[in-house]
Nanobody
Framework: VQLQASGGGLVQAGGSLRLSCAASIHTFSNFAYGWFRQAPGKEREFVAAIMWSGRNAYYADSAKGRFTISRDNAKNTVYLQMNSLKPEDTANYSC???????????????WGQGTQVTVSS
């Protein structure tokens, strides 16, 4: 099982980025997926998660109204659309797959390498 996040970069405050997480999982549609981020000197924190069906999504308070998580089961890919970015969104963003949707990173079984997002003021 491999997860590969991409789409990070440098953006000005107020800008947008779309992160992608490509999964090499035979049964991609059976998993829940989450996005987490970690800034230097801080603990990893939950950003958003989506159920296998795509019908239910959960967001951290900091992400509500600005970020949207989605998935394309045909492409084995999960997305995180990030709008109205703020400097405090600067972090390394990772995607994870698990058998149940959760905000606790310990609930996820598989992790990919992250992609860096830097938001300048």
């Amino acid at each position: 099982v491999q997860l590969q996040a991409s789409g990070g970069g440098l953006v000005q405050a107020g800008g947008s980025l779309r992160l992608s997480c490509a999964a090499s999982i035979h049964t991609f549609s059976n998993f829940a997926y989450g996005w987490f981020r970690q800034a230097p000197g801080k603990e990893r924190e939950f950003v958003a998660a989506i159920m296998w069906s795509g019908r239910n999504a959960y967001y951290a308070d900091s992400a509500k109204g600005r970020f949207t998580i989605s998935r394309d089961n045909a492409k084995n890919t999960v997305y995180l659309q990030m709008n109205s970015l703020k400097p405090e969104d600067t972090a390394n963003y990772s995607c994870a797959a698990g058998f149940q949707i959760a905000t606790d990173p310990r609930s996820y079984n598989y992790w990919g390498q992250g992609t860096q997002v830097t938001v300048s003021s």
